[in-house]
């Protein structure tokens, strides 16, 4: 059985079927819409940079976020701090992943720039992920891993995986809330059925 095959062919089927289909024409309003009061998103600090809103502990429960904070977190928390972390190319930090200095200092602010960042982010992860031979993906993460050192590193690509999916699926929910907040002229049986294919 070709594990490493069908855990990457998962995270590849959902990305080219599923997310990044839907995430095509997003518009800097929509990427950056606040669809209800005490949203976390990403916002410009008083040095221009671009940063998420968050909190260490996280409240409960936990505030509403914008597409925009969704997808900084796939593309950050999900693949560049992975990649960084356990496929590292030069430049990048020899840290554990949870180290902050893999989080880049300034986010993209703008829906295209998000678009980019996050497929560029996707593209990394899933090349180094694929290039795994089976003795990689049975290796134990090591230090690098925390609380999670002893773990595989199958069990971070399924764990990465389902963020993925779930994050994926909230960002798509947005979106079609954001439409049907809007009007939009498109009536939802025709987006769907253009989606499902």
Request: charged content about 20%; hydrophobic content about 40%.
């Amino acid at each position: 059985m070709d594990w490493g095959g069908l855990l990457v062919g998962q995270l590849t089927f959902y990305w080219d079927v599923h997310l990044w289909p839907r995430l095509q024409g997003l518009t800097d309003e929509e990427y950056l819409w606040e669809p209800v009061a005490g949203c976390w998103s990403l916002r410009r600090g008083a040095d221009g940079r671009w940063a998420l809103d968050g909190a260490q502990p996280e409240p409960e429960p936990a505030p509403v976020t914008t597409i925009a904070w969704r997808m900084m977190h796939v593309a950050v928390g999900c693949f560049t701090v992975r990649s960084a972390t356990f496929c590292p190319e030069p430049g990048d930090v020899a840290a554990g992943m949870w180290d902050r200095r893999h989080i880049p200092a300034d986010l993209p602010g703008t829906a295209a720039g998000g678009l980019a960042f996050l497929e560029q982010s996707y593209r990394r992860w899933r090349d180094n992920i694929a290039a795994l031979d089976r003795s990689g993906l049975v290796r134990p993460l090591g230090r690098k891993g925390g609380p999670y050192a002893r773990d595989p590193m199958a069990a971070l690509i399924v764990h990465i995986n389902r963020e993925v999916m779930h994050h994926g699926g909230e960002i798509c929910l947005l979106r079609d809330l954001y439409r049907a907040q809007r009007g939009s002229a498109t009536p939802p049986a025709a987006i769907a059925s253009e989606t499902l294919g």
